[in-house]
């Protein structure tokens, strides 16, 4: 139990496009998921919290107008990096909080995008 | 949320119990400890959590100190496939988990 599924797992986009990556909890119902960027050799870095109806909440020094998140559904989180750059080339991971079979979170295996 | 403290890399050999090590002398006595790893390029994997007494699954155990300023996760009988990078991360009721830089593991043959 507890899955969650990221696609796409890797994706290449031209600069100045838009990329959207989704984030699903295949079963169960995720009230709240969060969006992780990482960046070669570093740590995670927390993004954003998604709550489910509701707007998302960043963390200092993410620009909300250029990650925008979406929690339209109980399973269902989108990312989408607009007008896309090189620097923003990373690893996006989400995770979702589960009760079952831990009471924790649950990451998806991530999307490496690389804007070209 | 509770800073830890981890050693930035650790060698272990294949076969023989891998002990990582994790401060966190900041912690509240509401807050839990967490380990994940993350292997190359994937997502974080769960292993174990615990609040204050020791705990154990079928990936390891979870040894907390009686003062929880520290813990150690084990691994009983490393093999190749755990060489990761371990988080031990200390989670409050604030509902973030926040990643600190982790312990390399390099299982070695």
């Known amino acids: 139990g507890a899955v969650v599924s990221q696609h796409p797992s890797w994706v290449i986009c031209k600069s100045g496009t838009s990329v959207k990556i989704e984030c699903r909890s295949l079963?169960?119902?995720?009230?709240?998921m969060f969006w992780y960027r990482q960046f070669p050799k570093q740590s995670l870095m927390l993004m954003a919290t998604?709550?489910?109806?509701?707007?998302?909440?960043?963390e200092q020094g993410v620009e909300k107008d250029k990650f925008l998140i979406n929690h339209a559904s109980l399973t269902l989180s989108t990312l989408t990096v607009t007008s896309a750059h090189p620097e923003d080339s990373s690893f996006y991971i989400c995770?979702?909080?589960?009760?079952?079979?831990?009471?924790?979170?649950?990451f998806g295996s991530g999307t490496r995008l690389t804007v070209v | 949320d509770a800073k830890t403290t981890q050693p930035p890399s650790m060698d272990c050999a294949e076969g023989r119990a891998a002990n990582l090590p994790c401060n966190h002398s900041?912690?509240?006595?509401?807050?839990?400890v967490y380990w994940y790893r993350q292997i190359h390029s994937q997502g974080p994997q769960y292993i174990i959590h615990g609040l204050k007494n020791n705990e154990t699954n079928e990936m390891a155990s979870l040894i907390i100190t009686e003062d929880r300023k520290s813990s150690t996760l084990i691994l009983p009988h490393a093999t190749l496939r755990d060489t990761a990078v371990y988080y031990c991360?200390?989670?409050?009721?604030?509902?973030?988990?926040?990643f600190g830089q982790g312990t390399t593991l390099q299982v070695k043959p």
């Open positions: 998604s709550n489910e109806g509701s707007k998302a909440t960043y």
């Open positions: 995770s979702a909080r589960s009760q079952l079979p831990f009471y924790g979170y649950t």
């Open positions: 079963d169960f119902q995720a009230t709240t």
């Open positions: 991360i200390v989670y409050s009721n604030t509902g973030k988990l926040i």
């Open positions: 900041t912690i509240s006595g509401n807050e839990y």
